[in-house]
């Protein structure tokens, strides 16, 4: 197994199995994310017996980056994954700081149809180690700290729940990557159970909903997955989070020319939201080649924005990264890979 795939209780367990201290988890921790070694013999505050039984158990194995695509304050990685299949990762550059926008699985099952990365059907979810592996490498590759971190690459993350979950506490361990909970965003089309489920792990993450319609009829004919959760239970769902979490969550709306961006869509979504600890992040649509949406217009955003804030909702606009790389919202699909 590959030892970025452990939490550091998992490594706790490991080590109180094998009769020894569990703080040498925390020393094991240090060597891989803090002095980012990548061999067990260099781990020279362990003793000899304890880095052979790690030999035994464990590998310290990379990805390998296969191309890097920059554009305009971004970068768009192509890895190569230990059975060669092959997933994207962004990185994108803002006034903040470096967020990383990684995938959580090869293929989607999703079938949102605006979406190029669910043309190619899930083939399987990726470890916690391969999600790690995505930030230590490009981390390497800039030689410098990612601040932020956004699942909402290839796959949905929600239908990959428990590798996804270990992947958040290996880098919001303060021994691990150390990212804090406040700078990962997890964006999923709307699993309610998963949701529900979220809401229980007491982990502050950003929560961010692909709502992309206001009603059942149009997200009906854009996302197979309403016809299984449809907006007003997914509503409720969202309103139970938020009493739970006391979080605020990021409403994903891709602007779809004639599809969901007229004035009267807006108005809808006003009234979907009103009283709700929510706001509204309006994406501009990245084309592809192989799907017949359109992105909206500046002026038909700009009325649906206006809407929005004279509902009191709110609302901004996504900055657009990425579009002449297709490394933008929408676009990552890993070509060569099928």
Not at 125 to 135: D, H, P, R, W
Request: with cysteine.
């Amino acid at each position: 197994m590959n030892i970025y795939g452990l939490t550091k209780e998992n490594l706790e367990n490991y080590f109180l199995s094998k009769g020894e201290k569990k703080y040498k988890a925390t020393q094991v921790f240090e060597w891989l994310y803090a002095k980012r070694v990548k061999d067990f013999n260099l781990m020279t505050n362990l003793k000899k017996d304890l880095i052979w039984h790690l030999k035994q158990n464990f590998v310290i194995e990379q990805l390998e980056i296969l191309e890097v695509e920059k554009g305009d304050l971004v970068r768009k990685y192509l890895f190569k994954l230990f059975d060669n299949e092959l997933i994207e990762a962004v990185l994108m550059e803002h006034d903040y700081g470096l967020s990383l926008c990684i995938s959580s699985e090869v293929g989607c099952n999703m079938g949102c149809r605006f979406c190029e990365s669910g043309r190619r059907k899930k083939v399987r979810n990726l470890t916690a180690a391969e999600m790690v592996l995505q930030i230590l490498m490009v981390e390497e590759d800039i030689q410098t700290r990612i601040s932020s971190v956004v699942i909402m690459g290839i796959g949905e993350p929600l239908d990959n729940y428990d590798n996804v979950m270990d992947f958040i506490r290996i880098i919001n361990d303060p021994k691990g990557i150390a990212i804090g909970a406040r700078h990962i965003t997890l964006s999923t089309c709307g699993l309610i159970p998963k949701i529900e489920q979220l809401a229980k792990e007491n982990i502050q993450i950003n929560l961010a909903i692909s709502l992309h319609a206001p009603n059942d009829e149009i997200r009906n004919k854009i996302m197979p997955v309403n016809k299984v959760y449809n907006i007003g239970s997914l509503m409720e769902c969202l309103k139970q989070y938020i009493a739970k979490t006391n979080r605020r969550i990021t409403i994903e709306y891709v602007m779809l020319e004639y599809i969901n961006d007229s004035v009267e869509c807006a108005k809808e979504l006003v009234q979907l939201l009103k009283g709700m600890n929510v706001y509204v992040n309006l994406i501009p649509y990245n084309e592809t080649e192989n799907i017949e949406f359109r992105k909206s217009s500046k002026k038909r955003i700009d009325k649906f924005f206006d809407t929005l804030k004279q509902g009191n909702i709110n609302v901004t606009v996504r900055k657009e990264f990425g579009r002449n790389i297709d490394a933008a919202c929408g676009q990552l699909r890993s070509k060569r890979g099928g």
